[in-house]
């Protein structure tokens, strides 16, 4: 089982739409956790991370964690063609001495 | 300000050069790291500094050489790569290693080694 999955989409959705991505990690250790936005050619950019249990808001993204069913999701409000990219999860566990990442999923914002 | 820098933006190098990557941050953290990134993967951990000491490698071959001069700047040193080294060369940097700190990540080198 890998540490962290992520579908590896491609995920379209309208302009407009809610955007909705799903990470779920094997470790229970598990105490932070980030999501990337990867456009291509260029490097990671971080985009939000979250530490405890429930949602944390910033702007149109919403980042989601519940550490019981070991998942993490990032929602993404009013979908603009801009958003288009490889979405990477992130996970650090504790005591380890690694940043796993997920394959990453790709969104594209359809106009 | 969250950036890091890094030099060059891109590299061509055959299989006998040596040649460096630079890398540099003002924020203050203590943690850097190096990743590479192949095309359509997610990026792999190669070296983490924590106060200036290597503190994990992670089976990296010895072609590749990481250096950390002080706390701000960290270099990659190359010396006879190979092709399959070709990759986006991702330097990245955090308050403390590896702990619940996020981690900002440089524009990165893209290296081609012929």
């Known amino acids: 089982q890998k540490e962290v999955e992520q579908n590896s989409g491609p995920l379209s959705v309208p302009e407009g739409a809610i955007a909705s991505l799903n990470c779920t990690y094997s470790?229970?250790?598990?105490?932070?956790f980030f999501w990337y936005r990867q456009y291509s050619g260029k490097s990671p950019e971080l985009i939000m991370f979250i530490y405890s249990n429930g949602d944390k808001e910033d702007g149109r993204f919403t980042a989601q964690l519940n550490k019981a069913s070991q998942y993490v999701s990032l929602l993404i409000r009013d979908s603009q063609p801009s958003d288009s990219a490889t979405y990477l999860c992130a996970v650090i566990r504790t005591g380890a001495n690694n940043l796993f990442f997920g394959t990453g999923t790709r969104l594209t914002v359809i106009p | 300000d969250t950036e890091v820098t890094q030099t060059p933006k891109h590299l061509v190098m055959g299989m006998t050069n040596k040649k460096s990557l630079k890398c540099e941050q003002h924020m203050g953290h203590r943690a850097m790291y190096w990743y590479k990134q192949k095309a359509k993967k997610p990026p792999e951990l190669m070296f983490v500094?924590?106060?200036?000491?290597?503190?994990i490698n992670e089976s990296v071959p010895s072609r590749f050489s990481p250096e950390c001069p002080n706390s701000s700047l960290l270099n990659l040193h190359l010396h006879a790569l190979q092709p399959e080294d070709s990759a986006l060369y991702l330097c990245?940097?955090?308050?403390?290693?590896?702990?619940?700190?996020?981690?900002?990540f440089g524009p990165g080198t893209r290296l081609t080694v012929t």
């Open positions: 990245a940097s955090s308050q403390v290693a590896l702990q619940a700190y996020e981690q900002y």
């Open positions: 500094y924590s106060y200036e000491k290597l503190s």
């Open positions: 470790d229970r250790g598990s105490q932070s």
